[in-house]
T-cell receptor, first 114, second 112 residues
């Protein structure tokens, strides 16, 4: 089974609007970490935000927030006030307690429209 | 400035040739990783190293080799046994194994 599933291959959002990128995960470990990365056309992966499985509150970093719903095993990324520079691929990743390997989803391509 | 550097940016390999991709970090991170990314795909782990002189195979290690003789360096060799090496290769590091990974700019490998 896929550890990380991103079902939206492509998304469009109007500039200054908010957008939600979906991510669901599969693990039986009680402790795990969830990460979001941005990959612009240059190729470098840029770390955006982290959520630990025991964190009581949803993580926020500037315009990025993580909508963590543990029972549904979802960790959606919310980008508020979209900017043209947000156009990129976005990857969700998970690290389980057992082992240090990261599992990445297939990514979502976000296009911000002026 | 602290960071991760990868070189070269583009690399061309001839049939039957071994090539080595460089990855250097000055973040004093213990753990380093190599990933392969194919078009439209996520990242797949090739090798990782938690400490100097130690490394472990990832999901797709066949046809690749690594070394970790220094904390700051983790070169990846794509051997002639790797039959489909054309891909984008990303190196990453984390302060400790399992912590947030930070990535270099990547190397694009093409086969002539």
């Amino acid at each position: 089974a896929q550890k990380i599933t991103q079902t939206q291959p492509g998304m469009f959002v109007q500039e200054k609007e908010a957008v939600t990128l979906d991510c669901t995960y599969d693990t039986s470990d009680p402790s795990y970490g969830l990460f979001w990365y941005k990959q612009p056309s240059s190729g470098e992966m840029i770390f955006l935000i982290y959520q630990g499985s025991y964190d009581q509150q949803n993580a926020t970093e500037g315009r990025y927030s993580l909508n963590f719903q543990k029972a549904r095993k979802s960790a959606n990324l919310v980008i508020s006030a979209s900017q043209l520079g947000d156009s990129a691929m976005y990857f969700c990743a998970m690290r389980e307690l057992t082992g240090n390997q990261f599992y990445f989803g297939t990514g979502t391509s976000l296009t911000v429209i002026p | 400035d602290g960071g991760i550097t990868q070189s070269p940016k583009y690399l061309f390999r001839k049939e039957g040739q071994n090539v080595t991709l460089s990855c250097e970090q000055n973040l004093n991170h213990d753990a380093m990783y190599w990933y392969r990314q194919d078009p439209g795909q996520g990242l797949r782990l090739i090798y990782y190293s938690q400490i100097v002189n130690d490394f472990q195979k990832g999901d797709i290690a066949e046809g690749y080799s690594v070394s970790r003789e220094k904390k700051e360096s983790f070169p990846l060799t794509v051997t002639s046994a790797q039959k489909n090496p054309t891909a984008f290769y990303l190196c990453a590091s984390s302060i400790f194994p399992g912590e947030t990974q930070y990535f270099g700019p990547g190397t694009r490998l093409l086969v002539l």
